[in-house]
């Protein structure tokens, strides 16, 4: 077993709700970072928390937010959904000192 | 902006033989390049990598090139199976630990 874990597995929202993900990083690690993938796409960078700061944001909007605890798991909220947010949201963890990242299962987030 | 460019999209080979799948990036402070294997419904998993100071790396079937200067990373597989088959997506990591994937290669394998 990969050690990062996440939940919910599978989510309906409507559009214009609030959403949280959560994701659990394995352990000894100390980044997580969040993607978004769209069907048949790769995974887009959406933001990197490293000992609970913000470090690093991809190409989404402020809506698009998230956090970091002392344990290392991680939260991503989006507010105002949207249909286009509609996607796999994965997370994935590493030690900073490291190079590997190891993905959890995603979160199927559909919005109708 | 950084980006990074695979290809190609798809690949079908027979059982047996040989595949090549190609991802070009253009952040030349990129120092770390992992490909993953994903198949439907579930996670990415690496399968290799290979950092900025190597240019070759090889793991029983499957080998990653590196070409810095030409800022081209190959993944190499031989041997194929049938279970080799799934989406493969090269990524490349900048200095900030920001991962840019590529747009990911339907790999089929024929029995």
């Known amino acids: 077993e990969t050690g990062v874990t996440q939940s919910p597995t599978h989510l309906i929202k409507t559009r214009g709700q609030q959403v949280t993900l959560r994701c659990s990083s394995q352990s000894g690690h100390n980044t997580v970072s969040w993607y978004q993938q769209a069907l048949g796409q790769g995974p887009q960078f959406i933001f990197q928390y490293y000992r609970e700061e913000e470090n690093g944001r991809g190409n989404f909007p402020p809506r698009f937010s998230g956090l970091q605890f002392p344990n290392y798991s991680s939260e991503l909220n989006v507010n105002a959904l949207e249909l286009d947010d509609s996607a796999l949201y994965l997370c994935a963890s590493s030690l900073a000192s490291s190079s590997g990242y190891t993905f959890g299962s995603g979160t199927r987030l559909t919005v109708v | 902006g950084e980006n990074v460019e695979q290809h190609p999209s798809t690949l079908s080979v027979q059982e047996g033989d040989s595949a090549v799948i190609k991802c070009t990036y253009s952040?030349?402070?990129?120092?770390?390049f992992p490909w993953y294997k994903q198949e439907l419904g579930k996670r990415p998993q690496l399968i290799i990598d290979?950092?900025?100071?190597?240019g070759e790396k090889k793991d029983q079937r499957i080998a990653v090139t590196l070409n810095k200067t030409a800022k081209h990373f190959s993944l190499h597989i031989t041997e194929t199976q049938p279970e080799d088959s799934a989406v493969y997506f090269c990524?490349?990591?900048?200095?900030?630990?920001?991962?840019?994937f590529g747009q990911g290669t339907e790999l089929s394998v024929k029995p």
């Open positions: 290979i950092r900025s100071n190597v």
């Open positions: 990524a490349a990591r900048n200095q900030g630990g920001k991962l840019i």
């Open positions: 952040d030349s402070a990129s120092n770390y």
